[in-house]
């Protein structure tokens, strides 16, 4: 019987990781302004935030009285 031979290290093949990109414009990050490319993408992203661009949408909210969770009666 012949031994079988260890599995390939996929990782030692595997090339590095490239540093994520900028958020805002796709450009290479900076470190000093990480994880942005700049300090004026930096204030844009800032600039988004404030004016509510990022905001998480409410979910609507059950009329008083209704129940919750029983949506097939």
């Known amino acids: 019987m012949t031994k079988a031979s260890p599995p390939a290290n996929d990782n030692a093949k595997a090339k590095p990781k490239a540093a994520p990109a900028c958020p ?18 930096a204030d844009v992203d800032l600039y988004r935030w404030l004016n509510g661009k990022y905001a998480i949408p409410a979910g609507e909210e059950p009329e008083p009285g209704e129940e919750i969770g029983n949506e097939d009666e």
């Open 24 to 41: 805002v414009c796709g450009r290479p990050r900076a470190e000093k302004y990480s994880p942005f490319c700049s300090r004026r993408c």
